[in-house]
């Protein structure tokens, strides 16, 4: 069967080259390889025939190398897997690529760990500049919060300032705390929080939108500092499979948005990217959509990106009811809700993208409601609102998903590391619908993945491996954490390619490899259906293949 629907294909493009509609030889065939196509009429192939950035026809190797001629650069797989090019839903593209070059804290799993490595970190640090991003995990040392008296005895004279892995709570030095004129008398701003101690006094770790007290005094990136982090970020990214990415914003978003435009009109571009900016600039973005259109095929913008609540592991996302372990808060709201609901309703009828982050259960049952009333109000439109994270659901929520068209936009490996913890904050009751793929999947909702760099790691297999097997980071749930919503390879992966493309306005474009569609796909070292689930994390990306082009080949 298969050999037969290869045939076919292989066939109708000689046939119409024959005709002289496309005479010329491919650029490139790909073949000898276990090609999975993610396109229902034809899954498998053995080999890929591309030309101009685009697959002109997949098949059997005999056929598709039949193609070529001498100057067709042939390549053979050597029996390799082949998936469509990862895509990653939800990113902070240029803050991950200025991580790569700060202390990385991921893993500091002892408060004397912690201070060791911002020590060193401080003393590297040429004078006047930041140590910063770091991404912190309080729960690796027992859950006690940090603070600046850790690390003010190392840092006097090196402004610090870390975030925790989740960026909704970050600590700051003495210095720090100085320089943005933070102390005893500095009111919490709406949507923050600023911890104290018993005596009133600042501790140094700031929650949501109190971190901006200290964002407003962090000296502004160079031109050149944000162009070497979007290089870091684009290499880390092609090496992991990673064809294109939703970049979420967080640094400098317009003047990232005109770093991306000068990288694509010198052709510098190693993945495609689709440029969210912040939901409070929509009259903006709509001037500048106006004014510049929407981008090309390797890099678009009119999306845009808003917050309800904070996070789970700052106890800053929004419950109905209180936490457990914090039984005096439910958590914030990052904007007034009427404020938020409004730009929502503005921008969407100014025909941009909106996507709004939410992670306790009130939030997203609160922003379900706001989108419904948008569809309600019409005229009937293709929204595809984007619920960003969507963590924690009710029973009624989940179903609403798939009924409104809403986009589930989630991360499965926060998933594998929230597991080790989350019980303490929310109890076992709402903890049934906290990650619910599976759910999801069978509510009909248009469930998509990714990461969330640099708050986890921008690596689809390793977020695949999560959503399969869901075992935590611990070893602590070697049959799964919530084995229930455990969902299979093939839709994990399509979730970080086909419905990855539909949540982005470019299905049967990008997300699956068929005749007609972007040269954009990963070759990894084993077959996913192959491996035991648990094996998943260990496979490598060996070649990453971008509208055609060899963005990274594994040496």
Known sequence: MLR???????????????????????????????????????????????????????????????????????????????????????????????????????????????????????????????????????????????????????????????????????????????????????????????????????????????????????????????????????????????????????????????????????????????????????????????????????????????????????????????????PNTTGLTMVDPEQLRTAITAASKAGLHVAVHAIGDRANDWLLDAFEKVEQAGPKQDWRFRIEHAQHLTPAAIKRFGLLGVVPSMQPAHAIDDGRWAEKRIGAERLKGTYAFRSLIDSGAHLTFGSDWPVAPLDPLTGIYAAVTRRTADGANPNGWLPQQKITVAEALRSYTAENAWAGFQEGKVGVLKQGALADFAVLSKDLFAVPATEIINVKVVRTVVGGREMYVAR
């Open 4 to 326: 037969k629907t290869i045939s076919v294909t292989v066939a109708a493009l000689v046939l119409q080259a024959a005709g002289g509609a496309a005479s010329a030889a491919p650029d490139a065939v790909y073949f000898n390889a276990n090609v999975w196509t993610g396109d229902a009429r034809q899954p498998k192939a053995e080999a890929i025939a591309i030309d101009d950035g685009s697959i002109v026809a997949l098949g059997s190797t005999a056929e598709v190398r039949k193609l070529a001629d001498p100057k067709t650069r042939v390549v053979d797989l050597q029996g390799a897997f082949v998936v469509p090019g990862f895509i990653d839903n939800h990113v902070h593209f240029i803050n991950g690529g200025m991580a790569l070059a700060q202390v990385d804290l991921r893993d500091a799993a002892t408060r004397a760990e912690f201070t060791k490595r911002i020590a060193q970190a401080a003393a590297k640090t040429p004078k006047g500049q930041w140590v910063k991003d770091g991404n912190w995990d309080h729960e690796l040392w027992g859950g006690e919060l940090p603070t600046r008296d850790w690390i003010d005895k190392d840092t006097a004279n090196t402004p610090v300032f870390i975030s925790r892995l989740d960026g909704h709570m970050a600590l700051a030095n003495s210095l720090v705390l100085k320089l943005a004129g933070i102390d005893e008398n500095t009111a919490d701003p709406e949507g923050g929080t600023i911890v104290r101690d018993q005596n009133g006094r600042p501790t140094g770790v700031l929650k949501d939108n109190a971190m901006n007290l200290v964002n407003q005094a962090i000296p502004p990136l160079s031109d050149q500092e944000l162009a070497d982090g979007l290089e870091r970020a684009m290499e880390h990214a092609v090496a992991r499979g990673v064809t294109q990415v939703h970049d979420m914003g967080g640094i400098e978003d317009w003047r990232v948005i005109e770093l991306y435009r000068r990288a694509r009109a010198s052709d510098k571009l190693r993945l495609r990217i689709y440029s969210f900016a912040p939901l409070a600039d929509w009259q903006k973005a709509a001037e500048y959509k106006q004014r510049n259109g929407s981008g090309d095929a390797w890099l678009r913008w009119g999306g845009l990106k808003g917050f309800v609540d904070g996070s789970l592991g700052s106890t800053t996302a929004w419950f109905h009811q209180p936490y457990d372990d914090a």
